[in-house]
């Protein structure tokens, strides 16, 4: 039996995908999505609207996409990696790495709510990891951490990325690293509380 084998997107494919990210991102950058049309994402992209739904249904199934495309280049790089999860610092230099792609969380108009999702997708192991070295607590107390974490870590890099990431990542990581790390401590210090 063959293998199917995923179809390979040709370069014209490529380039108009990339023109619609583009117009679509300059467009996020001066209002919300729901006030942007597909008719304004066309000029920008300098196509025509049969083109545009040739590859989606509307600016929300794109900014999916575009979130979908962040997630891939995070599991890609894990895999790269070879390991179970990637630090903060490799997470840091890969958003960094993606900062067009970026541009969707970020900005007055940015969606904060899919950096929350994209975070916790990919923070989840890591946060774990960091719990249970610190020892045993109740799976409740483990949800709530993950979940205060999780919106924290988010703020932190909605902020960096929506001052155009003028830090460097290690300055970031090193923020974030500290800040989860003392934030489980403490609770686990008083864990009798929850």
């Not at 988010?154 to 974030?176: F, H, Q």
Request: glycine share 6%; net charge negative; hydrophobic share 35%.
């Amino acid at each position: 039996m063959e293998t199917v084998r995923p179809k390979k997107e040709d370069r014209r494919v490529r380039y108009t995908k990339q023109a619609i990210r583009d117009g679509f991102l300059r467009l996020l950058a001066e209002k919300p999505i729901e006030k942007i049309s597909v008719t304004e994402i066309c000029r920008e992209a300098d196509i025509n609207r049969g083109t545009f739904y040739a590859h989606y249904s509307d600016p929300y199934e794109l900014k999916h996409s575009l979130e979908d495309q962040l997630s891939e280049a995070m599991e890609q790089r894990l895999r790269e990696s070879g390991s179970k999860r990637l630090n903060s610092l490799q997470t840091l230099r890969l958003l960094k790495e993606n900062q067009e792609l970026c541009r969707v969380f970020a900005g007055p108009y940015g969606d904060h709510d899919a950096m929350l999702k994209v975070i916790a997708r990919h923070a989840d192991a890591y946060l774990e990891q960091e719990i249970l070295v610190l020892g045993e607590m109740s799976d409740q107390l483990a949800e709530c951490l993950k979940g205060l974490l999780v919106s924290s870590i988010s703020t932190v890099v909605k902020y960096w990325l929506d001052t155009g990431m003028k830090a460097e990542p290690e300055r970031v990581a090193y923020v974030l690293d500290t800040y989860c790390f003392s934030g489980i401590k403490g609770f686990l210090d008083d864990k009798d509380r929850f």
